[in-house]
């Protein structure tokens, strides 16, 4: 078994420590929808680990039927943000994680389940760094397949806008806009 | 905007620091499929941290089609571990999470979709505090609705089954059994 060194680790809060990482907890309650994008590239350190976060996913049977594309080049991220109406933030976001998946006749709906899987794996691991993250769908599958070149039997799912946010920065929430716990968890039966 | 106090926090493998959690990336890495759990019970505390991971999820324009019935009596764990013939382990758990969600006529990937992200919200969760996890599918709908209660227009869409491991706690994974990354990842353009 792997052993990690112990070391000292200060906390502050996540806005300081983007480099760093914070604690899973804050990591989790600091995701947010972000759509607007600072001009601050991302490091590829930390593109990779993010990437990874989503590589690491569960799958069922761990078919993994995801594939991803970054792109970083702006001028490929204005092009992109074209394959959806309500994908604008695309084109402003520093980079942009697209899913590709397999073309199925069945089996869609595990396919869904585990791309969500990874997408929210990816999405928290930004959000340790304090980078921002946006889901946008994909309406135009032929402008996405001209831009991302993936091969025939696959589509793109969706996509995953990376950025830190223009304004304020990550940080946990204490009341997100969800339901309240209390209507949404049931003790022992519902 | 919420303040976090600074303060010093050592940094210790996870497996001895499942009361206070770990860094982002190590709970990410050290979330893998757990079937074998210890007699060691979840502490509510962490059963409602694992639960609100669940509810801060993002969903698709933040319609959160889930409700989460929570399973600690073991008689009930036993019996819920009916529903489906791979799901032996929970009744082998501390707690199990039934995700019950809307039947829907379509958008059935987009609520896929959205269960799995928060499946992993709450299993990253899980991992921060040591806690193991391993999804189970649900075949007899019909049982399942008889134990958990839920009314006739939702479903269970599926059950995570929490526990301490039997054996080996939960550590960052330096290789998971995954595609290679160089393989997953596209730069650019596929």
Not at 12 to 41: K, L, M, Y
Not at 49 to 62: C, E, F, K, M, T
Not at 114 to 126: E, F, R, W
């Amino acid at each position: 078994m792997q052993r990690i060194r112990g070391r000292m680790q200060l906390y502050i809060p996540p806005a300081a420590t983007q480099d760093t990482g914070v604690e899973t907890w804050n990591a989790i309650r600091s995701r947010r929808d972000v759509r607007d994008f600072s001009e601050r590239p991302i490091d590829d350190d930390h593109l990779v680990r993010i990437l990874d976060a989503g590589r690491r996913a569960p799958s069922a049977r761990n078919w993994q039927p995801w594939d991803f594309v970054v792109v970083t080049d702006r001028a490929v991220l204005v092009e992109l943000a074209k394959v959806f109406g309500g994908a604008s933030h695309v084109g402003r976001s520093a980079a942009t994680i697209a899913l590709i998946a397999p073309i199925l006749q069945e089996g869609l709906e595990l396919e869904y389940f585990d791309l969500g899987q990874a997408t929210v794996s990816m999405m928290i691991a930004a959000a340790d760094l304090g980078i921002g993250s946006g889901h946008a769908a994909v309406a135009d599958q032929e402008l996405a397949r001209k831009i991302l070149g993936h091969p025939d039997d696959r589509f793109c799912a969706h996509l995953v806008p990376l950025g830190y946010p223009a304004t304020r920065p990550l940080f946990p929430m204490r009341r997100p806009r969800r339901r309240p716990f209390a209507e949404v968890v049931h003790r022992g039966r519902w």
